[in-house]
Every structure is written in structure tokens, then in C-alpha cells.
């Protein structure tokens, strides 16, 4: 039975069912039709059955796998976003933890449907700006009292033409001092392969909610407050991997309409995959903000923490929270799929696919994994 099954029984308990119900609720449910487990028509997207916890501790997830493994693709993505960070400024002195991290592996694993180096390495900068974001201004001791002046003083530049002096020296150095996500998009706008101008007002946007997003962590840390349930998955849906996902047809090289992107149904499907691609960071990330100082925000501790359970009960629930997530996804997704556009089933598709790249490279990247 199912978390949603459990959730509309008459003895069922208030818990995580619950919660991913509610979530699961906020837009009406497309009609369900028949996909099975190739929901979104690749039979090398099927998933397999739960298995027992790896060995790194983390469950077996219902999820796709990456679809595309090509080193040498992943490493030349990667050499050039190490040579870029180090252009701007960004991770100075720690350029070999980013090398060892293998971004541009993710981004080979997450968007199969594109070869193009130079495609990949501008969605490889613009997620590598908003990992050194939240590492600089939410974590690793970051004064949460300033998230909210840093975060504005960034929006604001998302809109400004780029400045001759972000070229120079001192520019670099204030870039490596204040990180951005949002200058990113300015970038690729002039870089080969122009998006189109409403995938760059979409990247945009995203970008404006994930920085809400790091604003109310924020809030939370400065006064020592650890979230609720409830609090946390609302929390995720916009605190999430959606600014990445959104990047999945500008990659790719093709546009999905403004208007097909925010359908509510549509809208209501990729932010559970970005949720639920989230959830696994939370998972893999455990390891690496446990003994940090102050409130640690992941799913599994949160549920451990105000659901009374034990540490490894609230790995177990946060994975099914994940299963349940990308189950959905995957039957509202090929519902949309049978009478939407071309470009929203290969959008969809996309984003199934950077569902597996995702689960692919927090599994071996050395940021979550200690050799």
C-alpha cells in the first residue's frame, strides 16, 4: 500500500503520508492512464524494486538511471568550470575540493540529450554559482543576520548589464567575497547557443524563489529553530534543484513555451522531481553538514528530530517520501506527456532523466562521499 493509500485510511496517524499528500494536493491530479514503469516511453528509464541500504548508507531510491556515462565528456565539462570558478573568483583556495566534486560530471549524467560542451559547461556555471551561494552565505558558518542584505544586493544585480570591472581583479576578488547565482544567466545570454528570452526569464525567476528559499533558512538558523515536518517539505519545494531542472531544454536545444512551462499541472510535476532530486542531496549530504555548527536542515533529521524516531527511521521515511514523489511524477508526467506538445515530452522526459543523472553523481562525487 502506498504512502497516499495509507494516508486516506480511518486508523492511519498523522505522519509523513500525511505530508506528502498535502503536498501532493496543491494542484489538481491530471487524469492517471496505464505507463507502467516506463511511464515516460524509454525502456532504459525503467526502475527497479527497493533493495537493502548500500554501502553508503543511503536506501536503494525508486529512481531512473543515468542514462549516459561518458567520462571524457564529464571531465573536459569539468576542467573548464574549475578554469571559469577560478576566473571569477569563486572557492578561492579550495579550486581542488571543486575539481574533486565533479560538477561537470553532473551536468555530463544529468542532460543526456546534449553532447555540447559549451551547452553543458554554461548550466555547469550556473549551478556551480548557486552551490557556492548557499556554501557561502548558509553554510560553513555563514552569518545568517546578513543572508537576507547579500541575497538582495544579488537579485539586484540578476537584472543589471554586466559590469566591465566584474572583468577585473577587484572584480574577481568581490565575486569570490559575494557569489551569485543570478549573473549567471546574464553569461549565457552571450555565449553560443542563445536561449530563448523567456528560458532566460525562467532561470531568472527560479533563481528569485530559491533565494526566498535560502532567506527562510536563514531565519530559522538565526534563531535556532528546527522546522517541522511540514515546515521542511514546503520549505524544499522551493528551496530545490528547479533552477538546475529548468535548464533542460535551453541544454538541450530546444524551447518549451512559457506557457506549457507554467501550466499548473506542469508546474505541479516538476517541482515534486525537483523536490524529490532534492531529498536524495539531503540523503547523500548528511555526512558532510553532521557536527557542523548550529541547526543541520535535512529531511532525515528533522523527521528524527520531531517525530521522536531514530536517525536511521528517518532515512527510511525520507526515502519513501523520495519514492513516493517520483512515483507520482512519473504517471502525471506521461498523462501530460499523451497531449502535450513535442517539446513538453521531451522537457518531461528531460527532466526523468536528470532525476537518474542526479542520484548518479551524489552516489560517487567525493562532496558527499569520503574516500
Known amino acids: 500500500m502506498s504512502l497516499l493509500s495509507r494516508m486516506t485510511a480511518p486508523t492511519a496517524r498523522h505522519d509523513v503520508a500525511q505530508l506528502v499528500a498535502a503536498l501532493l494536493a496543491e494542484q489538481p491530479r491530471p487524469r492517471a492512464v496505464p505507463t507502467g514503469p516506463t511511464g515516460l516511453g524509454t525502456s532504459a528509464a525503467r526502475v527497479t524494486p527497493r533493495r537493502e541500504p548500500s554501502s553508503d548508507g543511503v536506501p536503494e531510491l525508486y529512481c531512473p538511471p543515468a542514462l549516459r556515462d561518458d567520462p571524457a565528456l564529464g571531465r573536459e565539462v569539468n576542467d573548464r568550470l574549475v578554469d571559469w570558478a577560478g576566473e571569477v573568483g569563486i572557492y578561492e583556495g579550495r579550486l581542488d575540493h571543486v575539481r574533486a566534486a565533479d560538477f561537470g560530471r553532473l551536468m555530463m549524467l544529468a542532460h543526456p540529450d546534449s553532447d555540447d560542451p559549451d551547452r553543458l559547461l554554461a548550466a555547469g556555471k550556473c549551478a556551480l554559482a548557486e552551490w557556492a551561494t548557499d556554501d557561502y552565505y548558509c553554510d560553513d558558518g555563514a552569518d545568517p543576520e546578513q543572508l537576507g542584505s547579500h541575497l538582495a544586493r544579488r537579485t539586484r544585480r540578476s537584472t543589471r548589464p554586466t559590469s566591465p570591472s566584474a572583468t577585473r581583479p577587484r572584480g574577481r576578488r568581490r565575486c569570490a567575497r559575494t557569489p551569485s547565482a543570478s549573473p549567471c544567466a546574464r553569461r549565457w545570454s552571450t555565449s553560443p547557443g542563445t536561449p530563448e528570452p523567456s528560458q532566460l526569464a525562467r532561470l531568472r525567476h527560479e533563481v528569485a524563489v530559491l533565494f526566498v528559499a535560502y532567506g527562510q533558512e536563514g531565519s530559522w538558523r538565526s534563531r535556532g529553530h ?65 557536527g557542523t555548527s548550529g541547526v543541520e536542515f535535512n529531511l532525515p533529521t528533522v523527521i528524527a528530530d520531531r517525530e521522536r524516531c531514530s536517525p536511521r527511521e528517518g532515512i527510511e521515511r525520507s526515502a519513501e517520501v523520495h519514492d513516493e514523489l517520483v512515483r507520482t511524477y512519473e504517471v502525471e508526467a506521461a498523462a501530460l506527456a499523451l497531449t502535450g506538445s513535442p517539446q513538453l515530452r521531451r522537457f518531461l522526459a528531460g527532466v526523468w532523466a536528470w532525476l537518474g543523472g542526479n542520484r548518479a553523481w551524489h552516489s560517487g562525487s567525493p562532496r558527499y562521499n569520503s574516500a
Open 226 to 290: 528546527m522546522p517541522t515536518v511540514p515546515e521542511y517539505l514546503a520549505h524544499r519545494q522551493i528551496n530545490s534543484f528547479l533552477p538546475c531542472i529548468a535548464l533542460a531544454d535551453a541544454v538541450g536545444g530546444y524551447a518549451l513555451t512559457a506557457a506549457e512551462y507554467g501550466d499548473p499541472r506542469v508546474r505541479r510535476a516538476v517541482t515534486m522531481a525537483a523536490t524529490a532530486a532534492t531529498l536524495v542531496n539531503d540523503l547523500y549530504s548528511m555526512t558532510k553538514e553532521h
